[in-house]
């Protein structure tokens, strides 16, 4: 950084863009860099939708909110984003000290003796970190854990997307290196864990522990058909669900220093003293807030006290009390969905995801790839269902060409129809497809999904593997999408919540028809949820109201 730029930066305060624009100015560079490095960072404040004064320059927050950035969305080619990232971080650099995102020059001799040997894939891994090596002067044998360290830290002070990825990259490459030249320096280098997951594994437990659950699991699947009472049978992900809640609260016994092999068997975890300190670990972990999850703990803790260990009414009392003190109250939409429903307040974005599906299937036609093109157009049918059907994702991802999309006759029409046995709730869905949608669909099946689906696939949106596609990769595939051309976050789900936004808006109070769209059991289900939706438009209303009046006040 020039002594001029530094003199204009005030030390004392976390720097924003705007310094760094300021640095740009008094920069001893040619005039056009210093114009280009100023209009980079410019375009990074408007992307992200703020001054550049309210933009942070630290590096590592900056590449993360940039990450969050859809090129396509805002009208720019993936090239000129990648440019602005580049001059971006130019500028960065006359303020603070900055790692290059890649070096350039040439390996040393000590590393390129050894490199011949290893596979392409390696050595793609391992570049930028012997590159990194070459500069510092560090031959392959003088590498150490501080060395990888070093490295990482460098990485975190660039604008690169994905420096964790690309640390633990390096890493296994290094591994694979040992594994294949035998020169290679043997040193142990660990990747730190990025899982949130602490959740412990059954192995963790005695296996007493695991058949009981299984047991429990089997009871409400419907598989022990001699069971002593009557549970409510649920859907297989419901019963993973519990499967997996038993296993997190014994795991939240550990965290506070139970002893797992101790942990035996479900009266194990509902002893009221046990559920006490599991529930403790799981308050604390969420900030100290009663959250509709904890509850949920709680209340299958008490399902298998009462049905399947039949504890004493007493105990069942002490337990009911615990849940109604962990009561939320109303439940509805989560903090997070209500966020990304705002979206959806911007006319342009709502414009934007209304109209996407129509847009992908023309960008696949025109996209020279023709496997590529094949996915844009599946991502358009998927988001075109979503916005017209509301179907669950799992619903989504498993509709059969033979079985799901009913022609009741020769004029044209198409219908959506799944039995109620493969419903979440159990409530059919029968849908007669728009004409619009119908199009859509129809140039799917004749243009693109011959590219995709294997000979005697019949599911609507083919995978790799030959059958459908899993749910996980329809979600990731309509949740890229969407966020790459419009840049909202939009997960399969939302569209249900969106769809029942969008109209109450227009036909406030209307929770009967939302009810019958979304195939909502109880009412209750969906006035729960929604209430509220219609506020944004009402206070829309509002507001153009008084202004009226204002204005008439005005002109008289």
Request: hydrophobic share 45%; net charge positive; glycine share 6%.
């Given at each position: 950084?020039?002594?001029?730029?530094?003199?204009?930066?005030?030390?004392?305060?976390?720097?924003?863009?705007?310094?760094?624009?300021?640095?740009?100015?008094?920069?001893?560079?040619?005039?056009?860099?210093?114009?280009?490095?100023?209009?980079?960072?410019?375009?990074?404040?408007?992307?992200?939708?703020?001054?550049?004064?309210?933009?942070?320059?630290?590096?590592?927050?900056?590449?993360?909110?940039?990450?969050?950035?859809?090129?396509?969305?805002?009208?720019?080619?993936?090239?000129?984003?990648?440019?602005?990232?580049?001059?971006?971080?130019?500028?960065?650099?006359?303020?603070?000290?900055?790692?290059?995102?890649?070096?350039?020059?040439?390996?040393?001799?000590?590393?390129?003796?050894?490199?011949?040997?290893?596979?392409?894939?390696?050595?793609?891994?391992?570049?930028?970190?012997?590159?990194?090596?070459?500069?510092?002067?560090?031959?392959?044998?003088?590498?150490?854990?501080?060395?990888?360290?070093?490295?990482?830290?460098?990485?975190?002070?660039?604008?690169?997307?994905?420096?964790?990825?690309?640390?633990?990259?390096?890493?296994?490459?290094?591994?694979?290196?040992?594994?294949?030249?035998?020169?290679?320096?043997?040193?142990?280098?660990?990747?730190?864990?990025?899982?949130?997951?602490?959740?412990?594994?059954?192995?963790?437990?005695?296996?007493?522990?695991?058949?009981?659950?299984?047991?429990?699991?089997?009871?409400?699947?419907?598989?022990?058909?001699?069971?002593?009472?009557?549970?409510?049978?649920?859907?297989?992900?419901?019963?993973?669900?519990?499967?997996?809640?038993?296993?997190?609260?014994?795991?939240?016994?550990?965290?506070?220093?139970?002893?797992?092999?101790?942990?035996?068997?479900?009266?194990?975890?509902?002893?009221?003293?046990?559920?006490?300190?599991?529930?403790?670990?799981?308050?604390?972990?969420?900030?100290?807030?009663?959250?509709?999850?904890?509850?949920?703990?709680?209340?299958?803790?008490?399902?298998?006290?009462?049905?399947?260990?039949?504890?004493?009414?007493?105990?069942?009392?002490?337990?009911?009390?615990?849940?109604?003190?962990?009561?939320?109250?109303?439940?509805?939409?989560?903090?997070?969905?209500?966020?990304?429903?705002?979206?959806?307040?911007?006319?342009?974005?709502?414009?934007?995801?209304?109209?996407?599906?129509?847009?992908?299937?023309?960008?696949?036609?025109?996209?020279?790839r023709p496997y590529a093109g094949a996915l844009q157009a599946q991502a358009a049918v998927a988001i075109e269902i979503s916005t017209m059907c509301q179907?669950?994702?799992?619903?989504?991802?498993?509709?059969?060409?033979?079985?799901?999309?009913?022609?009741?006759?020769?004029?044209?029409?198409?219908?959506?129809?799944?039995?109620?046995?493969?419903?979440?709730?159990?409530?059919?869905?029968?849908?007669?497809?728009?004409?619009?949608?119908?199009?859509?669909?129809?140039?799917?099946?004749?243009?693109?999904?011959?590219?995709?689906?294997?000979?005697?696939?019949?599911?609507?949106?083919?995978?790799?593997?030959?059958?459908?596609?899993?749910?996980?990769?329809?979600?990731?595939?309509?949740?890229?999408?969407?966020?790459?051309?419009?840049?909202?976050?939009?997960?399969?789900?939302?569209?249900?919540?969106?769809?029942?936004?969008?109209?109450?808006?227009?036909?406030?109070?209307?929770?009967?028809?939302?009810?019958?769209?979304?195939?909502?059991?109880?009412?209750?289900?969906?006035?729960?949820?929604?209430?509220?939706?219609?506020?944004?438009?009402?206070?829309?209303?509002?507001?153009?109201?008084?202004?009226?009046?204002?204005?008439?006040?005005?002109?008289?």
């Amino acid at each position: 950084m020039s002594s001029q730029s530094a003199s204009r930066v005030n030390p004392n305060r976390v720097l924003t863009l705007a310094d760094v624009i300021l640095a740009v100015r008094t920069a001893d560079l040619p005039a056009r860099r210093r114009q280009e490095i100023a209009a980079a960072l410019r375009t990074v404040a408007r992307a992200l939708r703020k001054p550049p004064d309210c933009v942070s320059a630290n590096p590592r927050r900056l590449a993360d909110a940039m990450n969050e950035v859809a090129p396509r969305a805002i009208g720019m080619s993936l090239g000129r984003w990648a440019n602005v990232r580049s001059l971006t971080r130019a500028g960065l650099a006359l303020v603070q000290p900055m790692s290059p995102g890649r070096h350039i020059i040439p390996l040393a001799p000590a590393w390129k003796a050894s490199w011949k040997q290893l596979p392409r894939p390696v050595k793609i891994a391992l570049l930028r970190f012997a590159r990194f090596c070459t500069v510092r002067g560090i031959e392959p044998w003088a590498v150490t854990e501080a060395t990888f360290e070093t490295f990482r830290v460098h990485l975190d002070a660039t604008l690169l997307k994905s420096p964790g990825k690309i640390y633990a990259a390096a890493v296994r490459a290094w591994r694979a290196a040992q594994a294949v030249v035998d020169s290679w320096p043997r040193i142990d280098i660990t990747i730190p864990s990025r899982r949130k997951d602490w959740t412990l594994s059954w192995s963790h437990f005695p296996e007493s522990l695991r058949q009981d659950c299984a047991a429990w699991c089997n009871r409400i699947a419907g598989q022990d058909l001699l069971a002593d009472d009557c549970v409510r049978v649920v859907r297989p992900g419901t019963v993973a669900h519990r499967e997996r809640q038993i296993r997190t609260f014994a795991s939240a016994l550990v965290k506070q220093g139970r002893d797992p092999s101790t942990i035996c068997s479900l009266m194990d975890l509902v002893e009221i003293e046990a559920l006490k300190l599991g529930l403790r670990y799981l308050i604390d972990r969420g900030g100290g807030r009663k959250t509709t999850a904890i509850y949920d703990f709680v209340s299958a803790l008490r399902a298998i006290a009462q049905h399947y260990l039949h504890v004493d009414q007493a105990h069942i009392a002490r337990m009911t009390t615990i849940m109604r003190r962990l009561d939320i109250g109303k439940r509805g939409l989560t903090q997070t969905n209500r966020s990304r429903l705002r979206q959806l307040d911007d006319p342009q974005n709502k414009a934007a995801l209304l109209g996407l599906p129509a847009r992908l299937i023309e960008l696949a036609a025109r996209n020279p790839r023709p496997y590529a093109g094949a996915l844009q157009a599946q991502a358009a049918v998927a988001i075109e269902i979503s916005t017209m059907c509301q179907l669950r994702v799992g619903n989504l991802a498993k509709l059969d060409l033979d079985r799901h999309l009913i022609r009741p006759g020769f004029a044209g029409g198409l219908h959506l129809v799944i039995e109620p046995e493969d419903v979440k709730n159990a409530e059919p869905i029968d849908r007669p497809l728009l004409p619009e949608s119908i199009a859509l669909i129809e140039r799917y099946l004749t243009e693109f999904r011959p590219r995709l689906a294997a000979p005697g696939c019949t599911a609507l949106f083919p995978g790799r593997g030959g059958g459908a596609k899993s749910i996980n990769a329809l979600r990731d595939l309509i949740t890229r999408t969407v966020h790459r051309y419009t840049g909202m976050r939009v997960h399969p789900h939302l569209f249900r919540h969106a769809a029942a936004k969008l109209y109450l808006e227009v036909s406030p109070g209307q929770y009967e028809n939302v009810r019958r769209a979304l195939a909502h059991r109880s009412i209750t289900t969906t006035v729960t949820f929604y209430t509220g939706s219609e506020v944004a438009a009402a206070v829309r209303h509002f507001d153009e109201t008084i202004l009226k009046l204002r204005k008439e006040a005005s002109a008289k």
